[in-house]
């Protein structure tokens, strides 16, 4: 199993629609996990922390579920400047606190 | 400085040189990170620094890419005898300190063309 997978994609969501995709881990020890977007042809940038209890900003929400080793991004009244890879990061708690990039989501907002 | 700086932004070469990457990091970062990042591709760990420790090069792909690092400023990744696949986009990333809690901030990428 991958330390960290998700949906290459791509999504292809209407304006306005919610949107969700999740990221699974394989190191139950994992203690923190973040979501970057990179758009294209461009660095990746933070887009949010997750946090044990869930956590909102703005349109985007994001949760945790240690039980099931798994993150999720949701993104409510999406917007075309949305359009982008969502990247999902673990710092996994073996060797030596490495962290862990998955491949990342694309998500395509249609007009 | 206000963010990563990485140079050069573009640079395209020919098979069989070498070619050398900069990276100057965020003031005050300890941890500086170098990933690679081919066209489609997700991000290829290749080499981290942390302070003075030793540096974890358990991604480097061969003995043809080396990294170095003086203190906690600039560092240089070195790419020996390009290849073709060695075309990409070379991120550095820096940080706080080497733990998961910390945000990584990017620098803009130096995009690597072997002909």
């Known amino acids: 199993r991958k330390e960290v997978e998700q949906d290459p994609g791509p999504f292809n969501v209407p304006e306005g629609a919610t949107v969700a995709f999740n990221c699974t881990y394989s190191n139950s020890a994992s203690q923190s996990f973040f979501w970057y977007r990179q758009d294209c042809r461009k660095e990746p940038k933070l887009l949010m922390s997750v946090y044990s209890s869930g956590n909102e900003d703005g349109r985007f929400t994001a949760q945790l579920n240690r039980a099931s080793q798994y993150i999720s991004l949701l993104i409510r009244d999406s917007k075309l400047s949305d359009s982008a890879t969502y990247l999902c990061?673990?710092?996994?708690?073996?060797?030596?606190?490495?962290?862990?990039f998955g491949k990342g989501t694309r998500l395509h907002i249609l007009p | 400085g206000a963010g990563v700086s990485q140079s050069p932004s573009n640079k395209v070469t020919e098979k069989g040189k070498d070619v050398e990457l900069r990276c100057d990091p965020i003031s005050g970062h300890t941890a500086l990170y170098w990933y690679r990042q081919r066209l489609g591709q997700g991000l290829e760990f290749l080499i981290y620094f942390q302070g003075n420790s030793a540096p974890d090069k358990s991604g480097l792909p061969s003995d043809r890419f080396s990294a170095e690092r003086t203190g906690e400023s600039v560092s240089t990744l070195t790419i020996q005898r390009t290849q073709q696949e060695d075309s990409a986009v070379y991120l550095c990333a820096s940080s706080f300190a080497h733990s998961g809690a910390n945000v990584l901030t990017f620098g803009a990428g130096s995009r690597l063309t072997v002909l």
């Open positions: 990061v673990v710092n996994s708690a073996n060797r030596d606190d490495k962290i862990i």
